[in-house]
């Protein structure tokens, strides 16, 4: 059975649209089938300020892997393309977040989904919002483009100019 997974890639270091290219290389030799994914956008660094502006993304993908499974596959994803984990949320090569799996409410010590702060970060309901405005937050019960409309964060979002 294939899982229905949102994922949030990000990236402020270095040249950001090379890792989400090979990032999204990687996912798909790795069993996952990407069904769609949204804009680029570029958003000031969220939580340690100091730092280039993020570049994110989001993408819906299709996999036969379980969620530890999924996210042993984007730690080492993000470890092959140079991601440090020495600050909390300091610069990196990229970030790959576990926003939705299926519609499973998960809460291991490693592992929390939907992702905790969701509702919190415009940078990451409007990718989000670009390919699933509609689907419904399994703990909240509100659709992405209700979070995104009653998001407290204030931080500009901008569509990526290439």
Request: hydrophobic share 45%; with cysteine.
């Amino acid at each position: 059975m294939a899982n229905t997974v949102y994922l949030l890639l990000g990236s402020n270091e270095g040249n950001r649209l090379e890792w989400f290219e090979k990032a999204t290389l990687l996912l798909q030799d790795a069993r996952c089938r990407i069904v769609s994914q949204s804009a680029i956008y570029e958003t000031a660094a969220w939580g340690l300020e100091d730092q280039p502006d993020f570049l994110n993304m989001a993408l819906c993908v299709e996999t036969s892997l379980n969620p530890q499974g999924l996210l042993a596959l984007t730690q080492n994803i993000e470890a092959l393309l140079g991601r440090q984990r020495s600050i909390r949320w300091g610069q990196r090569t990229l970030d790959i977040d576990i926003l939705l799996f299926n519609d499973d409410i998960i809460k291991d010590d490693n592992l929390q989904v939907p992702h905790p702060q969701l509702q919190n970060r415009r940078f990451a309901l409007i990718p989000l919002h670009d390919i699933a405005a509609g689907y419904i937050h399994p703990a909240l019960h509100k659709t992405i483009a209700t979070l995104l409309a009653e998001c407290p964060d204030n931080l500009e979002v901008r569509t990526y100019k290439f």
